[in-house]
């Protein structure tokens, strides 16, 4: 009993989980259009509704069109119109209550339309229709299918019927939401047309991005549960002048932790002083840091103030700490104990207000135990360690970090990308991203510049991302073949360095010589060809 309620429990969080993210792309997509192909990708990657459909009320014809639907291509999208009463949308369009159809096999209306798909395809899927409502009116539907085995039919019906009419809520919510934006900006554009003086007045709001949106709060992207530790953690941290190291692979988005750090700290207002300290060479770290004097050393012509006084009242970004001198590590250990430095080539001391946040890819109690880095200063920096676990172990975070990308770089390109195919998606998530976040990014940005029908397609993402599948690149021999064509070259070029001397060749190979004999015989090779040409 108690590992029934636990299954059912932990069910209704990944629905929560899978709700938040759908809200959240609704959130970031401008037009309500652009945000249904990412939502149909969420349903199917992560709740396994295929074949899903959004439709939405024309109010100019009456009818209901198809703004998004998996599978059909732009010219099917572009003649799908239902009428009241017409088909099951249709249907749920004119009564306003949702349609449940089990086993489509042996349903006529299906099986009538179905032009790619036979009755034993369809078996054992069952077909979702809900209502999108606003205002207390139908404006659309939402509609998908999924195959239902070895589990209550009628319970896994009950619950997909629930979280579709909870997604529709989502979708009619930000239906309603767009549409007072737009009689907001409608009845402002009339009073602006009204009043000269008004129009000279208004101005661009600060808060806005380039593409005209509020910005978001934080660039952080993520809502699984190690991402979700990682955001309250922020939260506690970031108020306090505590020293953060954070860590984590390379591409998993460190610099924009500490940015996140500064941002929701009391120093928010001073300057975010950011250095990388692996890019700059060994003879002039110690100098952009601390600062110099004049005539501190060849090329000193004046006197350089140091990052960390740049920073002073603010913040401070030591990225790739781990790759300090020892020289440099004592100045710094100083600075963090007595808050002062002195800068190069001189000798009076600067105080200095300042929060150091460091980051590395390296583990920094190896390197302590190897002698490379300080354990003092090891200590100092390791006050309030986070970690951002890399993105093979948060992949329910994909998608998120796909379509932020995929919008990011077609507003960059001047392009419209409508959605990610489900190939693409299968391949994304079973990619194991050894370059993190920054992998993917780089993936997304060489996919939008390639599509050139609104969508991303598998052939779009990079080789190294391709299955034997997805090239068509299977293999086409059995291991057993394999292995003896492999066995076959290995003695014949073996016969070629002994120049025909079974025996010298059995031994490069570590065989007997009767096994050398027999393989010879096995594979039809003729070693006298392989004998020294006597001159």
Request: glycine content about 4%.
């Given at each position: 009993m108690e590992s029934v309620v636990s299954s059912q429990i932990?069910?209704?969080?990944?629905?929560?989980?899978?709700?938040?993210?759908?809200?959240?792309?609704?959130?970031?997509?401008?037009e309500l259009r652009t945000a249904l192909g990412p939502l149909l990708s969420l349903l199917e990657l992560r709740a396994g509704l295929h074949w899903g459909m959004v439709t939405l009320l024309d109010r100019a014809t009456g009818t209901l069109k198809i703004e998004e639907a998996l599978g059909l291509t732009p010219e099917e999208k572009e003649r799908g119109v239902y009428r009241l009463g017409e088909g099951l949308v249709g249907r749920v369009f004119e009564t306003g209550l949702p349609i449940i159809v089990p086993d489509l096999s042996k349903d006529i209306h299906f099986l009538n339309r179905a032009k790619t798909r036979t009755r034993e395809d369809m078996a054992g899927l069952t077909y979702y229709c809900v209502p999108i409502r606003s205002r207390g009116s139908v404006i659309g539907t939402l509609s998908a299918e999924r195959r239902i085995e070895n589990e209550d039919i009628e319970m896994r019906m009950e619950r997909d019927r629930s979280f579709l009419e909870r997604?529709?809520?989502?979708?009619?919510?930000?239906?309603?939401?767009?549409?007072?934006?737009?009689?907001?900006?409608?009845?402002?554009?009339?009073?602006?047309?009204?009043?000269?003086?008004?129009?000279?007045?208004?101005?661009?709001s600060p808060n806005k991005d380039h593409g005209g949106r509020i910005a978001p709060g934080s660039a952080i992207i993520g809502?699984?549960?190690?991402?979700?530790?990682?955001?309250?953690?922020?939260a506690q941290v970031a108020p306090s002048d505590a020293t953060v190291l954070i860590t984590g692979e390379s591409g998993t988005g460190k610099e924009l932790v500490a940015a996140?750090?500064?941002?929701?700290?009391?120093?928010?207002?001073?300057?975010?002083?950011?250095?990388?300290?692996a890019a700059l060479p060994e003879s002039i770290i110690e100098s952009e840091l601390f600062g110099h004097e004049k005539g501190a050393f060849t090329g000193a012509v004046s006197q350089h103030k140091g990052r960390f006084e740049m920073a002073d009242r603010g913040t401070i970004f030591l990225d790739e700490i781990g790759e300090l001198t020892p020289q440099v590590q004592v100045k710094l250990l100083r600075?963090?104990?007595?808050?002062?430095?002195?800068?190069?080539?001189?000798?009076?001391?600067?105080?200095?207000?300042?929060?150091?946040?460091?980051?590395?890819?390296?583990?920094?109690?190896?390197?302590?135990?190897?002698?490379r880095f300080r354990e003092d200063l090891f200590y100092r920096l390791n006050v309030f360690p986070l970690h951002i676990p890399p993105l093979r172990e948060r992949k329910s975070d994909l998608i998120l970090l796909a379509d932020y990308f995929t919008e990011k770089y077609a507003e960059k390109n001047g392009k419209l990308i409508k959605r990610i195919s489900t190939p693409a998606l299968d391949l994304l998530a079973s990619y194991s991203w050894p370059g993190n976040v920054r992998?993917?990014?780089?993936?997304?940005?060489?996919?939008?510049?390639?599509?050139?029908?609104?969508?991303?397609?598998?052939?779009?993402?990079?080789?190294?991302?391709?299955?034997?599948?997805?090239?068509?690149?299977?293999?086409t021999t059995t291991l057993d073949a394999a292995l003896s064509r492999l066995e076959k070259e290995l003695i014949v070029e073996a016969l070629k360095i002994a120049d025909g001397n079974m025996a010298a060749a059995a031994r490069r190979l570590g065989i007997t010589e009767r096994?050398?004999?027999?393989?010879?015989?096995?594979?039809g090779i003729n070693w006298k060809l392989y004998r020294a040409t006597k001159m």
């Open positions: 932990e069910q209704e969080r990944v629905e929560y989980e899978l709700l938040f993210d759908i809200a959240r792309t609704f959130d970031k997509h401008v997604v529709s809520s989502i979708i009619a919510d930000s239906a309603k939401l767009r549409e007072r934006i737009l009689e907001e900006q409608f009845r402002l554009r009339q009073e602006m047309d009204a009043s000269p003086a008004l129009r000279g007045e208004v101005r661009e809502t699984s549960s190690a991402m979700q530790g990682l955001h309250e953690m922020l996140e750090l500064h941002r929701l700290s009391k120093r928010a207002a001073a300057a975010l002083v950011k250095i990388n300290c600075v963090l104990q007595e808050r002062e430095l002195e800068r190069v080539g001189g000798s009076s001391t600067i105080k200095v207000d300042v929060r150091l946040i460091a980051a590395t890819n390296r583990n920094l109690e190896a390197e302590v135990k190897a002698g992998e993917l990014e780089n993936c997304i940005e060489r996919a939008v510049i390639l599509s050139t029908d609104m969508v991303i397609h598998s052939y779009n993402l990079p080789p190294s991302l391709q299955s034997a599948v997805s090239t068509n690149t299977e293999p096994q050398m004999g027999l393989r010879v015989h096995h594979y």
